[in-house]
């Protein structure tokens, strides 16, 4: 059997403010399989992102492990994390994080080119992810002339521009109507059953959870 994707084991996060302390996490156990679609729930301040930024490193954590791919999360260096984050994973949040002056290909591109990707080969994988998510005919619009769910569909394009193995979304539908909300799952469903990756999908909703 192939080992998990995502193994947590009594992962605990405290926050503290001067004498205040918040237990955001407490003893949590999480494994996730290849391939697997996973939602966790709970309502807002359960600690959803918290745990999810953990696990993605992220965040530090106080105590406990967590491997990814079987790597120990906690003993890389930060140079060797961020790294195996552009590498491995791909991100979706509720706000979009889309930056304004450029195109949509040019957002979805960016990340590429970070990593090291040459022009060419980065706008290439950029125009194939829109293609993906079906925004290939808006490769050239910026974020200002798509709609809520166009956007995020751009955000998912960009997770997924260096074909990780994780993709992690934080209430990807959480800005959305009901609508574009759907089309979004229906979207990450049909990608995870396509691709085979693995998808952890913080959510308060549970119809996006169902």
Not at 10 to 19: E, P, V
Not at 156 to 184: C, H
Request: a neutral charge; proline letters at 5%; charged letters at 20%.
């Amino acid at each position: 059997m192939p080992e998990p994707m995502i193994v947590a084991k009594a992962i605990h996060k405290t926050f503290r403010t001067g004498k205040i302390e918040v237990h955001a996490l407490r003893g949590v156990d999480l494994t996730v399989e290849s391939g697997e679609m996973v939602a966790i729930m709970g309502p807002s301040g359960c600690g959803k992102t918290t745990l999810l930024n953990c696990l993605s490193g992220l965040d530090e954590f106080d105590s406990g492990e967590v491997w990814i791919e079987g790597a120990d999360l906690r003993a890389m260096g930060d140079r060797k994390r961020t790294a195996y984050r552009a590498r491995r994973m791909g991100f979706v949040f509720q706000t979009y994080n889309l930056l304004p002056v450029i195109t949509a290909v040019e957002n979805v591109e960016l990340p590429l080119l970070v990593s090291g990707s040459s022009p060419g080969a980065a706008r290439r994988q950029a125009l194939d992810a829109l293609e993906q998510v079906g925004l290939g005919d808006r490769a050239h619009h910026r974020p200002a002339e798509l709609s809520g769910g166009q956007r995020q569909r751009v955000t998912i394009a960009r997770a997924l521009a260096n074909t990780p193995a994780i993709v992690w979304a934080d209430e990807p539908t959480g800005n959305l109507d009901s609508k574009a909300a759907q089309d979004i799952i229906d979207l990450m469903r049909h990608l995870n059953q396509t691709h085979g990756q693995t998808l952890v999908v913080v959510t308060h909703d549970p119809a996006v959870a169902q």
